[in-house]
T-cell receptor, first 114, second 113 residues
Framework: DQQVKQNSPSLSVQEGRISILNCDYT??????FLWYKKYPAEGPTFLIS???IKDKNEDGRFTVFLNKSAKHLSLHIVPSQPGDSAVYFC?????????????WGLGTSLAVNP | DADVTQTPRNRITKTGKRIMLECSQTKGHDRMYWYRQDPGLGLRLIYY???????NKGEISDGYSVSRQAQAKFSLSLESAIPNQTALYFC????????????FGPGTRLLVL
């Protein structure tokens, strides 16, 4: 059973507009949430993270929002650029002492159209 | 220079052959991981190692084995390759930090005929 869910396999937006990628989770025992970006033929690269005690974290064009009551987080990209076209993975870090392993969503493919 | 390297980048092999994928890192991390990616299935954990003497099975370890030769090296072996092991394979590393941020290699594309 998936503990981290990205329910939209794909998303298409126009250049300059906002991209919103969503992620839901089922376990309340996650300490951190992370977003990764993956281009074809490359490994995933870390993008941004948020602690479970925060509700927002911003880094340039990328902002992650966390709604703990809804067990939902979202990644906002403003403004979207064609170079943002990639697969985005949501991941969660459990607070299981020292034996943490990231739990991954299945990814959302973002296409930013010029 | 890349912090996490994987060799080979591409490999074609035949059913029944033994192959090894290698991973090296210069980040000084204790923790290393092997994942495979299949279309629509995201990243699935094969094996992970939290230090040189620690090896753990992930969610899909059957048909695979690993060796942690040193802090910087973690290799993945397919003892007898089968076609459904055709996939993209990624190595990753992390420090023992609360976020568990992982850093990935460029991947190995494996085709088993």
């Amino acid at each position: 059973d998936q503990q981290v869910k990205q329910n939209s396999p794909s998303l298409s937006v126009q250049e300059g507009r906002i991209s919103i990628l969503n992620c839901d989770y089922t376990n309340s025992m996650f300490d951190y949430f992370l977003w990764y970006k993956k281009y074809p033929a490359e490994g995933p690269t870390f993008l941004i993270s948020i602690s479970s005690i925060k509700d927002k974290n911003e880094d340039g064009r990328f902002t992650v929002f966390l709604n703990k009551s809804a067990k939902h987080l979202s990644l906002h990209i403003v403004p979207s650029q064609p170079g943002d076209s990639a697969v985005y993975f949501c991941a969660a870090s459990p607070n299981a002492g020292n034996n943490r392993k990231l739990i991954w969503g299945l990814g959302t493919s973002l296409a930013v159209n010029p | 220079d890349a912090d996490v390297t994987q060799t080979p980048r591409n490999r074609i092999t035949k059913t029944g052959k033994r192959i090894m994928l290698e991973c090296s890192q210069t980040k000084g991390h204790d923790r290393m991981y092997w994942y495979r990616q299949d279309p629509g299935l995201g990243l699935r954990l094969i094996y992970y190692s939290f230090d040189v003497k620690d090896i753990n099975k992930g969610e899909i370890s059957d048909g695979y084995s690993v060796s942690r030769q040193a802090q910087a090296k973690f290799s993945l072996s397919l003892e007898s390759a089968i076609p459904n092991q055709t996939a993209l394979y990624f190595c990753a590393t992390s420090a023992a930090s609360p976020t568990q941020t992982q850093y990935f290699g460029p991947g190995t594309r494996l085709l088993v005929l």
